[in-house]
Each structure stands twice: as C-alpha cells, then as structure tokens.
C-alpha cells in the first residue's frame, strides 16, 4: 500500500511539476522587448525596436527594398513583413503579459517618409489558428495601411517655418518636442520617426471603427457590382461618446455612377454600409453603443440607427427604410 500510495504521489508530484512547468510564459512580460529583439535577430537577421503600450506592443523594422519599381511592395519586403506577423503572432500567444493588440510598423531605410503598418487583435490572431473564422475574414480584420509617415509630414510642415524664420536647431528640438512630439490621436496617425515610436494603447472600440471603415473601402473597391454603380472616394470611422451614449461614426464620399434612379441607390449603398457594421459588431458581439451615425458627406446628410436595429439587422431580416432615420426625401 505504500509503495502505491508512494508512486502515486510521485505522478502527482511529476504531474504538477509538468503543469507548473507548462505555465511558465516563453515571452515572460518582464523580458518581452528584447526577447522580441533577440528573436527577430536570430531567426531572420531583422534588427526591430519594440515597444510596449499598456496593452498594445508595437515591432519597428526598417529594411531595404520596400518599394519595387512600380511603387508596389517587393517580395523580398513581403517576406520580412510576413516574418514579422508570425514573430507577433507567436510573442502574444506565449507571453504572460496582458497583449491585446500588436503593431507592424516597417519602413524603407532609405525613404522612412513612407510605411507599412499592420495592427491585429490577438483574439482574432487566435480565432484564426483555431479555424473559428476563415482567411477571408481574418484579412478584413487585419488594419493594413501603406502612408506617408504621419510625424514625417507634421515635422517636415514645421521645419519648413523654422527655416524661414531661421530658427536655431536646440529652439527648434525644444519646439518640436514640447509641442508636436505628442502620442497620437487616431490610429491611422501610428507610425515610427526618427529613433521613437509614435504609437499607445490601443482600445477595441477604435479598433473595430477603423475596421467599419476598412471593410467599407474594401467593398467598395473590390466587389464588381458595388464598383460598377458607387465611386468610393473616402471613409473614416470614429467611437465617440455623446450625451445620450456611445456611437460609431461612420463618415464616407461614396458618389453614384450609375444610371438606375438615384434614391434607389441611395438605399443600396446605405443598406451596404449598415451591413458592414452589422457584421462587425455582431462578430465580435459587441454590443456597448446606444447607436450609429452614418454621415453621408456629399449629401451633407446625418442618418441615425440604434444599436439594437443594428445588432438585429441580419438575424432578424430588418429592412434599411424601417430601420434608418433619415431626413424626409432622402429615401
């Protein structure tokens, strides 16, 4: 009996060794920054700069031949971009530090004026590995965007004053750093500029208003039916908080181009639009917003719908002119 009781404490011993040993984190969040580092150099001779906001941690990469000669991005450049993501990917997976988002941030060394920036939730990172949503829709949930590095151009803008004014390099710092170095607003102003991030903590509220607003471009530009009958121009969306509760904003130029009579169209691109944030929220069964405003600006029109209307639109086959207040003549 002892000898049982005894083997039996030894796998318990071993099984508790094994299960503590299990839930040591690979990225502990003490060493996180440079284990990325370390990584990165490792695995692919890519020198990065890490960064880690409250929630959010960013990878910096520069790297030569961004651009192939028809301004699009290499291969070689999508290599090491895709390297990147899978570094992130693995980094959040296996840390015990509590990351919510992730933030790709390349550029060419020799042309940092433009970037590449990448931004994932880790939960979508982890519905993807477990197959609980498709390719598909993992790439619409990706922020992926290709600018003009934000903090580059307002610099650049102040620079062009302080040389008229032949400002002196340590007043120009001082400016420069008291008032135009500052975390940035909104996420399409993330980006990496001389030796700093230019980045923060990252909510899912704005996360999943930029992706509206991403999707609305996508669609737009992509599916041949929309594109024959719309002109996308420019989308942007914003969480706010109002008297009367929290909203998405939803801000687009979306003019017709098609001879099919023009309220009819008006009602198939709002329906488009409302769709599109419907298979947002929905997905990520988010429900913390009173209502959505759809702000149609070339028509100078403000469209309202409640976040149950919303929420419902497909489940319950809810029609657009039920559900959309609309000022009169607009449908």
Same mark, same amino acid.
């Given at each position: 009996?002892?000898?049982?009781?005894?083997?039996?404490? =030894? @796998?318990?011993?071993?099984?508790?060794? !094994?299960?503590?040993?299990?839930?040591?984190?690979?990225? *502990?969040?003490?060493?996180?920054?440079?284990?990325?580092?370390?990584? #990165?150099?490792?695995?692919?001779? +890519?020198?990065?700069?890490?960064?880690?906001?409250? %929630?959010?941690?960013?990878?910096?990469? *520069? +790297?030569?031949?961004?651009?192939?000669?028809?301004?699009?991005?290499?291969?070689?450049?999508?290599?090491?971009?895709?390297? !990147?993501?899978?570094?992130?990917?693995?980094?959040?997976?296996?840390?015990?530090?509590?990351?919510?988002?992730? #933030?790709?941030?390349?550029?060419?060394?020799?042309? *940092?004026? !433009? &970037?590449?920036?990448?931004?994932?939730?880790?939960?979508? @990172?982890?519905? %993807? +590995?477990?197959?609980?949503?498709?390719?598909?829709?993992?790439?619409?949930?990706?922020?992926?965007?290709?600018?003009?590095?934000? &903090?580059?151009?307002?610099?650049?803008?102040?620079?062009?004053?302080?040389?008229?004014?032949? @400002?002196?390099?340590?007043?120009? &710092?001082?400016?420069?750093?008291?008032?135009? /170095?500052?975390?940035?607003?909104?996420?399409?102003?993330? =980006?990496?500029?001389?030796?700093?991030?230019?980045?923060?903590?990252?909510?899912?509220?704005?996360?999943?208003?930029?992706?509206?607003?991403?999707?609305?471009?996508?669609?737009?530009? %992509?599916?041949?039916?929309?594109?024959?009958?719309?002109?996308?121009?420019?989308?942007? =969306?914003?969480?706010?908080?109002?008297?009367? =509760?929290?909203?998405?904003?939803?801000?687009?130029?979306?003019?017709?181009?098609?001879?099919?009579?023009?309220?009819?169209?008006?009602?198939?691109?709002?329906?488009?639009?409302?769709?599109?944030?419907?298979?947002?929220?929905?997905?990520?069964?988010?429900?913390?917003?009173?209502? !959505?405003? +759809?702000?149609?600006?070339?028509?100078?029109?403000?469209?309202?719908?409640?976040?149950?209307?919303?929420?419902?639109?497909?489940?319950?086959?809810?029609?657009?002119?039920?559900?959309? /207040?609309?000022?009169?003549?607009?449908?």
């Amino acid at each position: 009996m002892k000898k049982i009781y005894a083997s039996l404490s =030894g @796998v318990l011993c071993l099984g508790l060794v !094994l299960s503590l040993s299990a839930c040591v984190p690979t990225y *502990p969040k003490e060493q996180l920054p440079e284990m990325v580092k370390k990584i #990165c150099k490792i695995e692919y001779d +890519m020198d990065v700069e890490v960064a880690v906001d409250g %929630s959010t941690i960013s990878i910096y990469h *520069p +790297m030569e031949g961004l651009l192939d000669a028809n301004m699009g991005i290499s291969e070689d450049a999508w290599d090491q971009i895709s390297n !990147l993501i899978l570094i992130a990917s693995r980094v959040v997976l296996s840390t015990d530090a509590d990351i919510k988002f992730y #933030c790709v941030i390349t550029q060419d060394a020799r042309l *940092p004026e !433009l &970037q590449v920036v990448i931004i994932k939730y880790v939960e979508d @990172v982890k519905r %993807s +590995m477990y197959r609980n949503i498709s390719r598909g829709e993992s790439f619409k949930r990706t922020l992926f965007s290709i600018n003009l590095t934000p &903090q580059a151009k307002k610099e650049r803008t102040i620079e062009k004053v302080f040389n008229k004014l032949g @400002v002196d390099e340590d007043t120009r &710092q001082k400016v420069l750093e008291e008032f135009f /170095r500052s975390p940035p607003v909104k996420l399409s102003d993330f =980006g990496y500029w001389r030796g700093k991030f230019y980045i923060r903590d990252i909510t899912l509220e704005e996360f999943l208003a930029d992706q509206i607003s991403n999707r609305i471009k996508l669609d737009f530009r %992509s599916d041949k039916n929309l594109s024959e009958k719309f002109k996308y121009k420019t989308s942007e =969306g914003l969480f706010v908080s109002t008297e009367v =509760g929290n909203a998405f904003i939803v801000k687009f130029k979306i003019s017709d181009q098609s001879d099919d009579e023009e309220i009819k169209l008006r009602e198939e691109k709002i329906g488009k639009i409302l769709k599109i944030v419907n298979t947002v929220v929905y997905g990520y069964k988010f429900k913390n917003f009173s209502f !959505l405003e +759809m702000e149609d600006q070339l028509e100078n029109v403000k469209l309202r719908v409640s976040m149950d209307n919303v929420y419902e639109l497909e489940r319950k086959h809810l029609e657009v002119k039920e559900v959309v /207040r609309a000022p009169s003549g607009y449908f």
